[in-house]
């Protein structure tokens, strides 16, 4: 898919979570103008793509941990939701984290306590790293293998990658490595994986 394309895409992703966020937030203070009707262009983050935080800080909602589905019915975002919520639970210190839909690159919910890192740029390229992994194993012919999950070791930080069990989902996680224990954090991305089936 092309950047340009892919940027598009995530900018009208972003301007539709902001909808959902205001219209999640309750009823509209008569007061105050509609809400719907002031959505702010969507800004670009540090790394020129938007993220899912900047345009409810733009429109003066609080920044959100996840979002549920607009409809209200369970789905994959829900569950998403649900996943970052318990992870944030169990791992406050994170730098970022993002649950990624494993065939299109889409992040279905991400939250991050860096303003360098936006999980939601960084699932895409990580959809890649997965699907290239796929790739050299079915070259390697690793039949009855599966991709459990994918450590990237970075001077100060860990990159974790957690599929879910039916692969069609993954957990992207980024943590300080001073501030966070290795086998803790595969733990606490194994117990929420499963909820992502």
Known sequence: MKARTYRKLVEKK????ALAALAFAGPPDTTAPPAAAEVPDVPLGAAGA??????LAAAGAPAPVALPAATG?????QAAAGAIAAILADLPQLMAVAVVDAVSGMSLASHSNSPSINPDTAAAYNTEVVKQKQK?????????ETIEDILITLTNQLHLIKLSTSGTKFIYLVVNMRDTNLAVAREVLRANA???N
């Open 194 to 196: 499963e909820c992502l």
């Open 73 to 77: 019915v369970p789905g994959p975002h």
């Open 50 to 55: 938007p993220s899912a935080a900047e345009p």
């Open 14 to 17: 972003n301007q539709e979570i």
């Open 136 to 144: 050299a194993m079915t070259a390697l012919k690793l039949s009855g």
